[in-house]
């Protein structure tokens, strides 16, 4: 298995619906996650942080399934801002590098 | 909100010479990271500094490639020879502590094409 895994996409919604994410790694070692989020040719963005079963920050929740080594992010009530891609990450076991999936392709849509 | 800066935000070079990249990453920042990004792929870690030292480094980090903090505030790229598959978006990255759960903040991206 890829270290990070993730459905590349895209997705195409519209405006108000929700959308959900789904992520995969191989390290069942691992403690914590993020969700980052990157616009075109621009830097990643810390989106959320993953360290227990989940978190929730106002239309975004992202859940994490040690069991099947599993993470999700789900996105309530799309914006026309959303639209990006999202990348999920995993450190490696130290902490002193980030792993990156290829990243899941967001098109929000009026 | 502070933030990491880099410089130049663009650099055009020949196969074969050297570029140096230069990142400025939030001033109280301790750990200090470099990662590439080839158009289209994903983003892809290169190296991690503490300490004056390399902590950790990839495979893509060989030879043609060194790091460096030459004072307090800058951290520099620099790759020796340059090649074409060496054509990527470079992002410099900070974070204050270095476990796992620390969030690292990226910055801008210096875009490299080799020619």
């Known amino acids: 298995r890829k270290e990070v895994e993730q459905d590349p996409g895209p997705f195409n919604v519209p405006e108000g619906a929700t959308v959900a994410f789904n992520c995969t790694y191989s390290?069942?070692?691992?403690?914590?996650f993020f969700w980052y989020r990157q616009d075109c040719r621009k830097e990643p963005k810390l989106l959320m942080s993953?360290?227990?079963s989940g978190n929730e920050d106002g239309r975004f929740t992202a859940q994490l399934n040690r069991a099947s080594q599993y993470i999700s992010l789900l996105i309530r009530d799309s914006k026309l801002s959303d639209s990006a891609t999202y990348l999920c990450?995993?450190?490696?076991?130290?902490?002193?590098?980030?792993?990156f999936g290829k990243g899941t392709t967001l098109s929000v849509s009026s | 909100e502070p933030e990491v800066t880099q410089t130049p935000s663009h650099q055009v070079t020949q196969m074969g010479q050297e570029v140096i990249l230069r990142c400025v990453p939030i001033?109280?920042?301790?750990?200090f990271y470099w990662y590439r990004q080839i158009l289209g792929q994903k983003v892809e870690f290169l190296v991690s500094?503490?300490?004056?030292?390399?902590s950790e480094k990839s495979e893509i980090f060989d030879d043609q490639f060194s790091v460096e903090r030459p004072d307090g505030s800058n951290f520099t790229l620099k790759i020796r020879s340059t090649k074409l598959e060496d054509s990527a978006m470079y992002f410099c990255?900070?974070?204050w502590g270095g476990g796992p759960e620390e969030t690292q903040y990226f910055g801008p991206g210096t875009r490299l094409l080799v020619l």
């Open positions: 993953v360290y227990s």
């Open positions: 390290n069942s070692a691992s403690q914590s």
């Open positions: 990255a900070s974070s």
């Open positions: 001033s109280n920042h301790l750990y």
């Open positions: 500094f503490y300490n004056n030292e390399i």
């Open positions: 990450v995993a450190p490696n076991q130290a902490g002193t590098a980030l792993i």
